[in-house]
RNA sequence: GCCGGAGUGGUGAAAUGGUAUACACGGCGGACUUAAAAUCCGCUCCCCGUUAAGGGGGUGAGGGUUCGAGUCCCUCCUCUGGUACCA
């Protein structure tokens, strides 16, 4: 009979789901365990694409893997549900966000079966179930409480097209991250989580988890940690202290000018004093007026004006003018800097533009000490100090050290750490998303909805039709449960949250899925928790990472857990581009959809196709006739299941000690050696690799008449994983019981894996001349005695031997 | 600019510092077939050599360390991902 998958994987499929045959132990929590997780995808309309079941089944063979090596393992599956694509199509349709989201995760649930994915549906989670964002709401109440969720009016990011609010991360070259349009900036009441309370926890703990290090790298940059100091410096004439954050004070005899944002808090609280009020007031005015994206396209062309406003130097008493610029940010250090156009690119381009003296204080390349007049003298990172007083001749990095004590002596300033990051702006002007547990009293004030009044259920009765104002607030329905809840003049905040909230807990919710008294049980997630394999897109490296880890440890700050960092091992799959080498899409019509494969090929065709193509991470090319080659193999499989004897295996495991059949020997070898290989290979996620030694072994096998019954069956074992529905339909064949899935994982013989003779290479000054045929424990004497031997080999060794490098089982060196 | 990652056959790719190109695809030749598909067998880095026996070269470029380098170090080139008036 043929390899014919159409006849067994659907009776699988609904056998195991049935059976809940991959259901977690939540009784035992003295196992080891093992929590993979696939970070739960947006259910869109398209279904699951190959990106997905490629870190699905990445997921799903450690999964495998791990339970029949005995742990204790859960595989969660979940939906981050909330979110614009849905409602973007309810607004062009008219059909409910609702029943678009719903249908899609029928789709994708059938198909991830579909695939042999050993998911525990039992400790499913959507982000638009009432029972998940329930708590969902019940966490930003706790951060309410903490003061780490407030409310503030802030410029802030403004989509037009999507007429919603977005944060800094969503950002990308001034324009939306969704829809490529322009981002303006507007001025709204938002609330926002603190997260840069947590931003040098955020930076340390990297240091715990196993993540690639591009991962962390990215991570880092993105919270921007900076160690630095801020100066005061006095303002000529007046009272007022300006304070400038900078992160190379041993550059400040070189200071020239201040540069002050113009929509810094400095300036808003002392315009009425500038002595070129008109002139400044203009430049606010204009600056004010620009879209991101036109002060980046303005690049190097800076702009300014002079406040009339003289700033004294402590150091050496020197008049330094304060300008306006708005190449300084306002909500980056103080909102001011300190200029050293000698030493600094950004300030360097600002002097020229502005007329502002240059001073050299820090020798150029060669000891070059003239002066800078040329974008290309400015040095920046290294070099040693002149015109410098006390600092002269140290090199930038001991005058850096130098001087902050010394300023931090005189009270003239103070060392502080900055960050790039900011806080976490959580509101969104749109509906399909979880409502702010928020209520305001008819004064405008806000209060935490009630514990026992959650959830706030998302109403039904909206217009979707953005309009810049939530559509929830036009809600009547809405409008009335409030008054009739807490009194006339009442109303329930109007926004919902952004969907990083919902994504930044779902894997706390998977281990207690079902909890309707609490978000989770603390002893569970200090049991499965943190994550042992956490695969995720490389596109979700920032937000999502920084925000979950965020929440994780404010939960362990109020005692919930025992740990703080939520994903322990992270790996990232690499995107998978059409046959064509291009970026899959409807447009080039280049777009592989998972169903497809499994109808022409199998599901255990795709799913080791997936992981044979190349190294999970790398990003890699479709190849179709790459793929049939592993449905090649998989007929192989099938048919050498043929040529099993009965006789010899009879089931009874075979050791090597009075052995009488060489071949049964051989046999075991190659078998005992495919389990050492296969689970190094495995637990490395070098599935390509082990995909590699499947076909070896194949190779190898069928050049026997026979194939013992026993070694048959190790290798089903061994396969199962990756391969979940031919190796349980052979296995049953056999006479074997149900499951294939729930036998122990072999162990190899080490007796059996150690080759009697190697093939080992001769050099002759490092060139290889020949090989010869050894024990891989021999001694010198006999690899020297069996290279002279060979004719080929020996007749390089034309003079006296000088030295010999025997390493043994890997080469002989024979150096004349 | 800054921070990552990567450059190996016609292609996807293998190689704890130890025979570079495993495994697979494709290609070529053969078997089976009326024929094709499927399947099976052999060859397949480049150059010289008659197809052989033999040599020689070779992992982006150039240096270095080493008995020995795709692998480690330095300089550079190319591609790629992220990020950027962050003081």
């Not at 929830?472 to 009194?487: F, N």
Request: with cysteine; glycine share 6%.
């Amino acid at each position: 009979m043929k390899y014919d998958p159409k006849t067994f994987e659907n009776k699988w499929k609904e056998k195991w789901l049935n059976d809940k045959l991959y259901k977690a132990n939540f009784e035992d929590t003295k196992s080891d365990k093992f929590y993979s997780l696939y970070s739960y995808p947006y259910p869109s309309g398209a279904g699951l694409h190959v990106g997905h079941s490629e870190g699905m089944v990445a997921n799903d063979i450690m999964a495998r893997y791990w339970r029949m090596k005995g742990r204790n393992v859960i595989y969660p599956m979940g939906w981050d549900s909330f979110g614009l694509p849905a409602e973007n199509y309810a607004i062009k349709t008219g059909v409910p966000p609702q029943k678009t989201t719903d249908d899609a995760v029928v789709t994708f649930k059938e198909q991830i079966n579909n695939l042999g994915i050993s998911i525990d549906w039992d400790t499913e989670v959507g982000a638009h179930w009432p029972e998940y964002y329930k708590w969902t709401q019940w966490i930003f109440v706790q951060l309410f409480k903490k003061g780490l969720a407030y409310k503030k009016k802030a410029s802030v990011n403004w989509c037009p097209k999507d007429q919603t609010v977005l944060a800094n991360e969503q950002v990308i070259n001034g324009k939306c991250e969704r829809c490529d349009t322009e981002v303006v900036q507007k001025d709204l009441e938002q609330w926002f989580f603190k997260i840069t309370d947590y931003a040098d926890r955020l930076d340390k703990d990297l240091d715990k988890v196993d993540w690639p290090d591009s991962t962390k790298a990215t991570q880092r940059n993105w919270i921007g940690k900076k160690t630095g100091i801020n100066i005061d410096y006095k303002i000529e004439n007046t009272n007022k202290i300006l304070t400038c954050f900078t992160t190379r004070p041993d550059t400040n005899f070189g200071v020239t000018f201040i540069a002050v944002a113009p929509d810094s808090q400095f300036v808003k609280d002392n315009i009425q004093i500038f002595p070129n009020k008109e002139e400044s007031q203009k430049y606010i005015d204009e600056t004010s007026k620009k879209t991101e994206l036109e002060r980046l396209q303005e690049g190097k062309k800076k702009t300014g004006a002079f406040t009339g406003l003289y700033a004294i130097n402590n150091l050496n008493n020197k008049k330094i003018p304060v300008y306006l610029s708005d190449f300084v940010l306002a909500n980056f250090g103080t909102g001011a800097l300190v200029g050293v156009p000698g030493h600094d690119l950004r300030d360097f381009q600002f002097a020229k533009t502005m007329g502002i003296e240059i001073i050299r204080v820090v020798k150029g390349a060669d000891g070059d000490e003239s002066e800078i007049t040329e974008e290309s003298q400015v040095q920046e990172e290294q070099g040693a100090m002149i015109n410098s007083d006390f600092l002269n001749g140290m090199n930038i990095h001991e005058a850096t050290k130098k001087i902050m004590d010394y300023i931090e002596e005189k009270g003239w300033g103070k060392k502080v750490v900055n960050f790039r990051i900011r806080d976490w702006l959580v509101s969104r002007q749109r509906y399909w998303g979880c409502p702010i547990p928020i209520v305001y009293d008819p004064e405008g004030n806000p209060h935490a909805v009630e514990e026992s009044d959650l959830p706030i259920l998302l109403p039904t009765d909206v217009d979707f039709r953005p309009t810049g104002e939530s559509p929830i607030a036009r809600s009547e329905e809405y409008k009335k449960r409030a008054e009739e809840k807490y009194g006339k003049g009442w109303h329930y905040e109007a926004d919902t949250m952004d969907t990083f909230v919902d994504s930044s807990w779902y894997f706390f919710r998977h281990i207690d899925a079902n909890d309707s008294e609490k978000a989770f049980d603390s002893a569970k997630a200090d049991y499965w928790l943190p994550t042992d394999l956490y695969m995720i897109g490389a596109e979700h490296i920032v937000l999502h990472l920084l925000y979950s880890r965020f929440f994780t440890k404010f939960f362990f700050d109020e005692g919930i857990v025992n740990f703080n960092e939520p994903f322990y091992k992270m790996r990232h799959m690499g995107i998978i581009s059409g046959p064509d080498g291009r970026k899959m899409s409807k447009r080039w019509g280049n777009v592989i959809n998972p169903n497809d494969e499994i109808a022409k090929y199998s599901a255990d065709t795709v799913r080791m196709y997936e992981m044979f193509m190349g190294p999970l991470a790398d990003p890699k090319p479709w190849n179709d006739r790459s793929e049939n080659g592993v449905f090649r193999f998989l007929n192989k499989v099938w048919d050498l299941s043929n040529k099993i004897s009965s006789t010899e295996g009879g089931g009874t495991p075979r050791l090597p000690s009075g052995m009488d059949d060489p071949k049964l020997l051989d046999q075991l070898r190659l078998v005992h050696k495919l389990i050492q290989k296969i689970s190094e290979d495995t637990e490395i996620l070098s599935f390509n690799t082990a995909i590699a030694k499947y076909m070896e072994f194949i190779n190898a096998i069928s050049a026997f008449e026979k194939i013992d019954k026993t070694v048959w069956e190790t290798f089903l074992k061994v396969l199962a994983p990756y391969a979940p529905f031919i190796t349980e339909e052979l296995w049953g064949k056999l006479g074997n019981g149900y499951s294939i899935h729930t036998q122990k994982w072999p162990e190899f013989d080490p007796e059996l894996i150690k080759d009697e003779v190697i093939t080992m290479a001769v050099q002759i000054n490092g060139k290889v001349r020949g090989t010869i045929q050894i024990n891989p424990e021999a001694e010198e004497r006999d690899a020297m005695d069996k290279a002279k031997a060979d004719e080929k080999i020996n007749k390089y060794i034309t003079s006296d031997v000088r030295k010999v490098i025997y390493i043994k089982g890997k080469i002989l060196n024979i150096i004349i």
